[in-house]
């Protein structure tokens, strides 16, 4: 399958299943706007690449942005264009952008570079090209924190139990219903392509099997990424170390838990979890690395 084939078949199940400009939770509101309006010029001409189902277009267009939103899922735009016919939001891929060079002033990326198996340099260089020089991007990806680099190396024997029948019906998940041999090959040609270095994460989809879905940075790693592709670091931040918990332990900390729609409410102990582990380090237990950029004029690392 084309990689562009994949993803879009991906996301199209993803955002299916989610409400008309939600799905990122509710931590970005309170986390993530304030980091936003800090280091993008609300003067300038913004492109979300990556948009999802618009929430952030419509948000900061309301806030009086001059903002684009840029997803490759065709009936994200469809919906996102009924409910909000005045947002600027179209169909496209951030790997191969319509836009001239030098056209933006800023340019937001929410837990998009992390999908691409060859890896983000793609989606950066991309970027970088259609940035202004010296203009600003804030980027999220998912977290290879502390308690994941000690959680993962068990990921073989989590991975057996959320293939295992019993388990499935003890945790309340959706019967297996794919060629368990079919899934394993495709799993194994996946594994082949893989970036050395990050941390790959495959899902489970009861119809299809076992899948690549994304990579988990080190927030070193992200930051050499970012550099090589001529961009200069203004800030990093680790967030939502909630999301993270309820996500690593599920049920065991959460009130209401609903991983498919991003869902959750931790309960008494997943609080105290949350707040002993950031007393250790705020990189133990984030969900997110936020970086704020800007493009050099320095030639990329190639």
């Known amino acids: 399958m084309e990689e562009k084939e994949r993803l879009t078949k991906q996301w199209e199940g993803i955002w299916s299943k989610v409400g008309i400009t939600k799905g ?36 900061l267009a309301a806030l009086g942005c001059d903002i684009t939103g840029v997803e490759l899922v065709k009936e ?4 996102v264009k009924k409910e909000f016919p005045s947002a600027n939001f179209e169909q496209g891929d951030i790997l191969s952008l319509k836009y001239a060079d030098n056209t933006f002033d800023g340019y937001l990326s ?30 999220t990806v998912p977290a290879y924190n502390y308690l994941r680099r000690v959680k993962y190396p068990f990921a073989g024997t989590v991975s057996f139990l959320k293939e295992n029948p019993i388990f499935r019906k003890i945790f309340g998940r959706a019967e297996i219903k794919y060629d368990v041999n079919a899934s394993k090959t495709r799993e ?7 970036v050395k270095g990050l941390y790959p994460l495959f899902g489970i989809n009861p119809l299809e099997g076992k899948a690549f879905v994304e990579y988990r940075f080190a927030r070193r790693q992200l930051e050499n ?71 050099t004029g320095t030639v990329p690392i190639t």
């Open 76 to 79: 994200c735009v469809e919906r």
């Open 110 to 139: 929410f837990g998009v570079i992390e999908h691409f198996i060859a890896g983000p340099d793609a989606a950066l260089a991309e970027m970088r090209r259609v940035l202004k020089p010296g203009g600003a991007a804030v980027i």
């Open 188 to 194: 194994n040609a996946q594994k082949k392509t893989l």
């Open 225 to 295: 990424y970012l550099l090589k592709n001529g961009f200069e670091i203004q800030e990093r931040l680790p967030l939502s170390p909630e999301w993270g918990v309820a996500e690593d332990f599920g049920r065991l900390v959460c009130a209401k838990f609903d991983p498919e729609k991003e869902y959750y409410r931790l309960n008494g102990f997943g609080a105290f979890l949350v707040k002993f582990f950031n007393h250790l380090s705020p990189h133990f237990c984030n969900n997110i690395y936020a970086c704020a950029v800007r493009k």
């Open 24 to 59: 990122s939770g509710d931590f970005e509101t309170e986390e993530l706007l304030p980091f936003i309006e800090k280091w993008i010029p609300k003067g300038g001409k913004i492109l979300e690449g990556g948009a999802g189902l618009g929430r952030w277009v419509v948000k």
